[in-house]
């Protein structure tokens, strides 16, 4: 019988976190209704902490009452697209670091998805570099860089030396432009319609994409 395999499943560290925190700029991270805290884009909220994304002895019991035989963590949004190049890239290595360590400590439970500050091309290709020989088996971004498409020009190396590796992409949804003016800050509407109805100006329904992967 085949694998279960989780290819959408986040996990975070206490360090992005702080790091969000001190060097979001737009973002913050606050307490939304019900108690739990959650990540914010200009008063928006959109991205709920919860207990499990810090933890992987939870998550491998998780996987177990689930059925769930391997799972591909990623980053989720709003990944590492702020805080300036030097924050971007600890950001991310910070969290594929992370990552690798899990893959380690639990080799036939967990596999993961690189994250890299796309916005500095160079620094992402270094780090894309550095993350598949630490094991990665796709990289990770959003529907959205900061804004821009992702078929910016300045994303072009990127993709190259992804596709060079032969690594599948997850592009998963994340705030869309505008969010505010949509009224997307008022009763924590982001994660719905947000997500769904658009990640580029003049474009609707777009959701996550991953291509398929094949784990050795």
């Keep these: 019988m085949a694998p279960v395999i989780d290819v ?9 976190v702080e790091l969000l925190k001190a060097h ?17 884009l200009d008063g928006a909220p959109f991205m709920t902490l919860t207990p499990g994304m810090f933890d992987y002895d939870r998550r491998i019991a998780a996987m177990d009452k689930g059925g769930v035989d391997i799972s591909i963590v990623s980053l989720t949004c ?12 600890k950001a991310a290595r910070t969290v594929n670091d992370s990552m690798a360590a899990a893959e380690k400590r639990y080799p036939d439970r967990v596999r993961w998805m690189a994250s890299l500050p796309w916005q500095y091309a160079d620094d992402a290709v270094g780090e894309l570099e550095r993350a598949k020989k630490l094991g990665a088996v796709g990289v990770m971004t959003l529907g959205n860089i900061a804004g821009k498409p992702l078929t910016a020009p300045e994303f072009a190396p990127v993709w190259k030396a992804v596709e060079a590796h032969g690594l599948p992409v997850l592009v ?8 505010r003016d949509m009224g997307l800050d008022v009763y924590n509407l982001v994660a719905g319609p947000g997500f769904v109805g658009g990640q580029r100006p003049g474009r609707s329904g777009e959701c996550e994409v991953v291509v398929c992967l094949h784990l050795a």
């Design 24 to 40: 979001g700029g737009s973002f913050s991270i606050a307490e939304v209704r019900g108690g739990q805290q959650a990540v914010h």
């Design 78 to 89: 709003p990944n590492v697209f702020w805080g300036g190049r030097e924050i971007s890239l």
């Design 8 to 16: 959408h499943t986040h996990m975070l560290t206490n360090e992005w």
């Design 172 to 179: 998963h949804p994340t705030v869309p432009p505008g969010a």
